[in-house]
């Protein structure tokens, strides 16, 4: 079994009618991006940058910074690496001070690029660090939690800013570095036509997009099966964000647990979906399901998933399509 799944790590991930789809890695250690790399991911898809600040008591500073996000680049050896910036806040809290202590709803506080822009030095100091990283090779910087356009042109103001600065200053750095906006609020999928165009790729965040979405705590065990990826909602949600990204030309993936559990896999392909990033404790498998996907009949099944009513019905039509 683990033998077979191995065999897989030179193959292509691609489905029986030929489509290759891309398979990016969710990192954020040195171990995992050796991982991403020994087993064939196109590249890192999500590099989480909380670490680095949690379980500490002061922030990291630029050098600190710019070391990691180099080492992960370097440990990629040419293939692109997609920074995340902080998204600290809600079930991420830190003990540098940074997140605001008391908060009467963390979920929906200050956290992600909210507190970024909020702390302007603080994030200043990490788009530096990044950009000075993209001097080693290919870079992208995602933004979490974004919910407006207001928000994407901040950011993309800002990341212009330091990217001509650091130039001026002599370090070698891109000539470009895409700017990306997760899809993690439910306001950001609605609103997408909004905002698309000043982006340069999307990537959903599943695990947030579904506990804002169905009002149901990611972290709550009392809430068993409220908390799902198979309710319509979130499928017809998912649909356009897909249909609206290529509509415009623009990488999609998707990079929460839904794209690393293969059962979902054929869902996700059938909606149109051409990139997934996932930890790479399950990138072999998930390679293994989409290899045995048949893409053209998923696509074909679409329609029926998207009339399914409810959990019952949407796992009924998973079934019928493993
Ligand atoms: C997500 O919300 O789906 C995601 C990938 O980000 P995180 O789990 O780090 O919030
Ligand atoms: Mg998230």
Redesign the pocket.
């Known amino acids: 079994e683990r033998r077979q799944l191995n065999r897989l790590r030179r193959e292509p991930t691609r489905t029986t009618d030929g489509v290759d789809v891309k398979l990016w890695a969710?990192a954020e250690s040195r171990a995992d991006v050796a991982e991403a790399h020994a087993l064939g991911a196109a590249g890192v898809g999500?590099y989480?940058t909380?670490f680095l600040f949690l379980q500490r008591t002061e922030v990291p500073d630029e050098e600190e910074q710019f070391r990691a996000y180099r080492d992960v680049v370097l440990g990629m050896t040419g293939r692109t690496v997609t920074i995340r910036t902080l998204?600290l806040g809600a079930?991420?809290a830190d003990r540098s001070g940074l997140v605001l202590e008391g908060e009467p709803n963390p979920a929906l506080g200050l956290r992600g690029v909210r507190l970024s822009l909020s702390r302007e030095p603080l994030f200043r100091t990490q788009l530096r660090a990044i950009v000075r990283a993209s001097g080693y090779g290919p870079v992208r910087v995602l933004v979490?939690m974004i919910s407006s356009r207001e928000e994407v042109l901040s950011v993309k103001r800002m990341l212009r800013k330091v990217l001509a600065e650091v130039r001026r200053e002599g370090h070698e750095v891109a000539d470009v570095i895409p700017l990306g906006a997760?899809i993690?609020v439910p306001a950001a999928a609605i609103a997408l036509p909004s905002f698309i165009g000043a982006v340069d790729f999307l990537?959903?965040?599943?695990?947030?997009?579904i506990q804002y979405l169905l009002a149901a705590d990611r972290n709550n065990e009392a809430l068993g099966e409220i908390y799902t990826p198979m309710h319509p909602a979130l499928i017809r949600l998912l649909h356009d964000i897909i249909r609206n990204a290529h509509k415009r030309g623009k990488p999609v993936a998707v990079?929460?647990?839904m794209a690393g559990d293969a059962t979902y896999a054929p869902l996700l392909l059938a909606l149109g979906l051409g990139e997934f990033s996932l930890h790479p404790n399950t990138l072999l498998e998930l390679r293994r399901a989409i290899r045995n996907c048949d893409l053209s009949a998923l696509r074909a099944r679409a329609p029926a998933l998207l009339r399914a009513k409810d959990r019952n019905q949407i796992e009924q039509w998973l079934t019928a399509s493993h």
Do not use: A, H, I
Request: aromatic residues 0%; negative net charge.
């Open positions: 969710n999500l989480r909380e998204d079930d991420k979490p997760m993690e990537s959903v965040g599943t695990n947030d997009l990079c929460g647990e």
